[in-house]
């Protein structure tokens, strides 16, 4: 994660909600991993998919920078699937 990226994102959010009146949810109290709520992304795919998805983000960083964001992430996917992993030569060498 870029954290310049990160915290423009942030800002942009607080921003969009303010701008369009967005309520608040009440305090959350418990377990954030058992709850019945979004969650981040767990995975450059989910997170690029979202990223495309939103409206919000285009009209904060503009169509272009998106798209070099969502290029940048294709990239990295690919060169990532076309990888094998240690864990993959020797979980094959095991099932042999």
């Known amino acids: 994660m870029n954290p310049y990226l990160a915290i423009a994102a942030?800002?942009?959010a607080g921003l969009h909600g303010m701008e369009n009146e967005l309520p608040l949810e009440d305090e959350f109290v418990g377990n954030a991993y058992e709850a019945?709520?979004?969650?981040v992304p767990t995975n450059l795919g989910?997170?690029?998919n979202?990223?495309?998805?939103?409206?919000?983000a285009r009209n904060a960083f503009g169509k272009e920078v998106?798209?070099?964001y969502l290029n940048m992430a294709r990239?990295?996917?690919e060169a990532f699937e076309?990888?094998?992993?240690d864990w993959e030569r020797y979980r094959n060498f095991e099932r042999l």
């Open 75 to 77: 990239v990295e996917i």
């Open 82 to 85: 076309a990888a094998v992993t």
């Open 50 to 56: 979202l990223f495309a998805q939103s409206e919000t």
């Open 46 to 48: 989910e997170a690029g």
């Open 10 to 12: 942030m800002i942009a």
């Open 36 to 39: 019945d709520k979004p969650h």
């Open 66 to 68: 998106v798209e070099h």
